[in-house]
């Protein structure tokens, strides 16, 4: 019995933690939510966003004993930000689109803005896209966008609370 009651007490604790809905434009104004306040907000990410940045090189020569030799190097570097990471607001940009740093260090941000083709009001990842991806700018290196990234926005946690205290009085009522 002990271990029932121990197992819903946590089952209620953790569904009291809240539920994760995307960060808008209304929720912004439903929660007065000023660059002051945005400090106190934590975001996180609603799916996994992948920077990647390769670079190869390479030449092709003549051994000394007559044989072609093809030389190649190739180095790639991946920054995985996974879903649900927690950032924290960094600023506002210069056209309204939210700064949000995930880790230390110089430049370590991403923006997010809402996007004129959405209606939703979500904040997506703001890159340069292109057909085939987008580039970003991450800890000043430029980095490639991977597929899943032009869908990510920003989710906060939202707890709803309600309480409500009632009184009641039966009256008995008065006799002549």
Excluded at 50 to 65: A, C, F, V
């Amino acid at each position: 019995m002990r271990v029932f009651l121990g197992l819903a007490f946590v089952a209620l604790l953790v569904s009291s933690c809240g539920t994760m809905v995307p960060y808008t434009e209304s929720l912004k104004e439903q929660y007065d939510l000023s660059p002051e306040n945005l400090v106190k907000v934590q975001f996180y990410t609603s799916a996994n966003v992948i920077l990647e940045k390769s670079s190869s090189s390479g030449n092709q020569t003549t051994g000394n004993d007559g044989t072609l030799v093809s030389n190649t190097s190739s180095t790639q570097e991946r920054v995985i930000i996974p879903k649900n990471t927690p950032g924290r607001f960094e600023k506002i940009g210069p056209n309204n689109e939210i700064i949000v740093r995930f880790e230390v260090g110089n430049g370590k941000t991403l923006s997010f803005a809402t996007r004129p083709t959405q209606t939703n009001g979500r904040f997506y990842l703001v890159a340069d896209w292109k057909q085939n991806g987008g580039t970003v700018e991450y800890g000043n290196i430029t980095y490639n966008v991977q597929s899943g990234g032009s869908s990510a926005f920003l989710v906060v946690k939202q707890r709803k609370l309600a309480r409500k205290k009632r009184k009641d009085r039966i009256v008995k009522g008065m006799k002549v």
